[in-house]
T-cell receptor, first 115, second 110 residues
Framework: DAGVIQSPRHEVTEMGQEVTLRCKPISGHNSLFWYRQTMMRGLELLIYFNNNVPIDDSGMPEDRFSAKMPNASFSTLKIQPSEPRDSAVYFC?????????????FGPGTRLTVL | GENVEQHPSTLSVQEGDSAVIKCTYSDSASNYFPWYKQELGKRPQLIIDIRSNVGEKKDQRIAVTLNKTAKHFSLHITETQPEDSAVYFCAEGGNEKLTFGTGTRLTIIP
């Protein structure tokens, strides 16, 4: 199993540009989580999906952020327009919920820099 | 809402000594308490977890204790080694999402 896959690994963009982050969860997992990590705010949950349905998006900072999960093997996090304060590492994680264990497996992250 | 407090934020110990990190939580419904280790530039990875029907769990040099009545749980690392240097996160959750603590930067002094 390749684990959770994220792309791109690094993204540098200019303020105002649209940014799309991608995630492929582990096959068979039915929950997917998007996190943002910064020195100031730590590891924040932005949104999570269960069976491709958004369950809790209360962590999404504002309307500039949107996330989709069109099928069980793919999710996107979009920022439009991007701002310098969006600079962070964005992690995607997946888990199988409904069983005894709900360990979350993290992807390698996308380091986003907005100039 | 859910809240997890983690202490200390930084910890330095001599190689070979023990390290203890503590977390408190507020949600009485929480029943799953994992600990993640994040090395510099890497992803968080699970190192040990405990469920609410267990008071203590050990895996080699790592142990976790849980006091559900007091709503706190702790990570214990014994005989620390340089490779234990990392940021450690506690988390709590129920059936689906996790709420993470703010992290502890552990430095092992050779």
């Amino acid at each position: 199993d390749a684990g959770v896959i994220q792309s791109p690994r690094h993204e540098v963009t200019e303020m105002g540009q649209e940014v799309t982050l991608r995630c492929k969860p582990i096959s068979g997992h039915n929950s997917l989580f998007w996190y943002r990590q910064t020195m100031m705010r730590g590891l924040e949950l932005l949104i999570y999906f269960n069976n491709n349905v958004p369950i809790d998006d209360s962590g999404m900072p504002e309307d500039r952020f949107s996330a989709k999960m069109p099928n069980a093997s793919f999710s996107t996090l979009k920022i439009q327009p991007s701002e310098p304060r969006d600079s962070a590492v964005y992690f995607c994680a997946s888990s199988f919920t409904g069983g005894l264990y709900n360990e979350q497996f993290f992807g390698p992250g996308t380091r986003l820099t907005v100039l | 809402g859910e809240n997890v407090e983690q202490h200390p934020s930084t910890l330095s110990v001599q190689e070979g000594d023990s390290a203890v990190i503590k977390c408190t939580y507020s949600d009485s419904a929480s029943n799953y308490f994992p600990w993640y280790k994040q090395e510099l530039g890497k992803r968080p990875q699970l190192i040990i977890d405990i469920r609410s029907n267990v008071g203590e769990k050990k895996d080699q040099r790592i142990a976790v204790t849980l006091n559900k009545t007091a709503k706190h749980f702790s990570l214990h690392i014994t005989e620390t080694q340089p490779e234990d240097s990392a940021v450690y996160f506690c988390a709590e959750g129920g059936n689906e999402k996790l709420t993470f603590g703010t992290g502890t930067r552990l430095t092992i002094i050779p």
